[in-house]
């Protein structure tokens, strides 16, 4: 996506749904119409996504460790080369977090507030041709293609896959597809331990997988994933210093489905929901700031006292400052009441740590000074 990383005994990241599938009349599809993600300034894309995994070894207690949350995101530009998103996330249990997220290379890379590497989540806002390949021409119900996975990815090690096509509406973009692969290896940020339990008493076991098998549907319109359902198995053999080897089973899978970004937006997980103002110096801000930027709620005669800001939106609005690379953030004179005289942070990661340890809401409003550079 996030999307987006929880850490249960691994990474947690994108994930995956079950869907409708969608039957037409069609007998074909052309793959840059289904597959090659477009997308809109200001669309807004809504995910609710759960994973679980689970170890069933002979002796043990079994073991199950889920996580589950949502997603928006909203489409700020568009260019052939990458598509930026700012996006949100929910784990439920966490904190809420929020960034930017931009999809290049056509989904084969990823980058999260920058930060840019091989797209490896098994599923996610938009297609990964990693997982699916990438096909053109026209596509029909019941044509197959093979996908050398080549790297370790979130579920499973490098492999082979096979995509089939399900079913096809050409009237809508969208395609029904399916994966079946296997892989030997170690998946990406492989369990390695696990706490077991046995007549009440736990142990730290060693756990080495063998051959991981995997199967899975999803739907895509226009690149966009509508629904995804991914389910991976495999042998394991666990060694307990106390008990031995065991042998026992594996079990991964992942849903995702598109959702109304509406019904999830909440004050803990939401797309920045205010306007810009960027103004040069202003009588409230410090001689040597360079600017300071308003909070100004969309919705006319909201106060944005009264609506609180959270620190994505924070971020969000200093960032955008046009020409201005910020060093450091203070509050404007009137709202040092909040914070305490001769508050500063020096840059905007030391800003949003004191958000988020104040709870990351404040009734804020005002003004912040930005200093920096151009």
């Known amino acids: 996506m996030n999307p987006f990383r929880k850490i249960i005994y691994i990474s947690f990241t994108a994930l995956a749904p079950l869907a409708a599938t969608v039957y ?21 894309i ?18 199950v ?13 568009v260019t052939p080369e990458q598509i930026v998103m700012s ?16 999809v290049k290379n056509g989904g084969r890379t990823t980058c999260w507030k920058g930060d840019c590497s091989i797209s490896t989540d098994a599923s996610g806002v938009s297609i990964n041709p990693l997982l699916w390949g990438a096909p053109t021409g026209k596509l029909h119900v019941g044509q197959t293609w093979e996908v050398a996975i080549g790297v370790p990815w979130e579920l499973g090690p490098a492999g082979k896959q096979t995509v089939r096509v399900v079913s096809i509406d050409p009237s809508n973009d969208s395609i029904t597809l399916e994966r079946e692969g296997e892989g030997e290896g170690d998946a990406l940020n492989e369990i390695k331990t696990l706490p077991l339990i046995k007549d009440k008493k736990t142990y730290t076991v060693q756990v080495k997988a063998a051959r991981a098998k995997w199967s899975g549907y999803a739907t895509f319109r226009r690149g966009v994933i509508l629904s995804d359902v991914l389910f991976v198995e495999r042998p394991v053999t666990v060694t307990c210093q106390d008990l031995g080897q065991k042998s026992g089973t594996e079990r991964q899978y992942i849903l995702l489905n598109s959702a ?19 103004v040069p110096r202003s009588a409230g801000c410090p001689g040597e700031s360079d600017a300071s930027v308003e909070l100004i709620p969309i919705e006319s005669g909201q106060d944005s006292a009264e609506l ?33 005289a ?10 949003e740590e004191t958000l988020a340890n104040v709870g990351g809401a404040l009734g804020l409003g005002g003004l912040f000074c930005a200093r920096g550079g151009s």
């Open 260 to 278: 109304p970004s509406g019904s999830l937006r909440s004050e803990a997980n939401h797309t920045p929901n205010f306007h810009r103002i960027d």
């Open 87 to 102: 996006s949100s996330f929910l784990y439920d249990g966490n904190p809420a977090s929020s960034g930017e997220t931009t």
């Open 65 to 77: 460790r889920r996580v589950s949350g949502t997603g928006i995101y909203k489409v700020e530009t």
């Open 46 to 63: 809504g995910n609710v996504f759960s994973r679980t995994i689970s170890f069933n070894v002979d002796g043990f207690d079994p073991f």
């Open 24 to 44: 037409a009349s069609g007998n074909s599809i052309d793959a840059s119409k289904c597959l090659e993600t477009k997308m809109q300034v200001s669309q807004e």
């Open 342 to 351: 001769g508050a500063f942070w020096n840059g905007l990661g030391a800003f």
């Open 308 to 340: 609180g800001v959270l620190a994505g939106d924070v971020r969000e609005v200093l960032l955008g400052a046009p020409g201005l690379a910020v060093t450091a953030v203070e509050p404007r004179a009137d709202q040092e009441g909040l914070f305490g």
